[in-house]
């Protein structure tokens, strides 16, 4: 028996109903504000996983946005055209999602520590709709990699840009790990190359070392440190600051870190497990870096108990 025209019909258009509301289901946006080396890493680690683990998921990507209104657009846009969640990078996005709790599930990485950010509660149990990943290190585990190079390190410069949302972290960790270990600290904010030159030339050398901050503006210009003081030991909190001429930095890998960041996306999306069952992951295998060249510039020494477990720069 035919079927009758009207029904196939029906059931043609209902289908292709069902195909369309499956393939937005697949769409997941991404974003993140101003020019970053970090969030394009962890961008490239969730593309990489999600090649392998789940290829019918697709970015729309919508980087290097110029502030929170142009952010507020795209995520907005994001809801409306019924994505199935969003990728939002840096801990200026992780701020966003505080400020602006987000209607989708929202996966946050290239980011420091959401709690001390403001905007979960708990990495273990996240509440509402964001979880995601953090290059968060424990500062106090960082500098006791530092002292492991500079055994007479007893003080420390922080040098933090000024008016970024994960400086304050980088200098509570610090703060605490000072006091663990008796050492002198003090932060200094920094808005710009020539404010960076004035608090090297004015405070570098009453410390025994300084350390660049996780940000930017900070480990962007490494050349005004060095070139101002070459004579105290410069680290980092961060992998560019190490390449660009620090002496070592205790790191996350953050393309490692997009692919977990990637498997929490796929366990929410597609294999339906709620945001409070996806904790915030970190890497926990961070690395030493050391480049060699500052090692020597510094005139430290590097212990040959750590070729095996560090990084290597030349």
Known sequence: MKQPRFACTLLLTVIGIFSSQASVAQDVGVAWMGKSGMASAVLVGVQDRLKTIAPSIKLDIHGELGSVEEMDAVVRNFAAEGKAGQIILRSSGTVYLKDYPPSIPSFIGGNNHPVKLGTLQSMDSPQGLVTGVTYHVPIIETIESFMLLHPYMDSILLISQANYVSSAIDWEGTEYACKEFG?????????????????????????????????????????????NNSETPLFSYAAKGVANGAAGGVIADDHKLGGMLADSLVDVIINGKKISEVPVKIDEEPVLMVNISAITRYGLDFPASLLNVAEIIE
């Not at 404010?195 to 005004?224: C, P």
Request: proline share 0%; glycine share 8%; net charge negative.
């Open 183 to 227: 050492f002198r600290c003090e932060q200094a904010l920094v808005g710009s190359r020539e404010e960076l030159k004035q608090v090297i030339l004015e405070k570098g050398h009453q410390f025994s070392a300084m350390v660049m901050g996780n940000q930017g503006r900070v480990f962007d210009n490494t050349d005004v440190i060095i070139e």
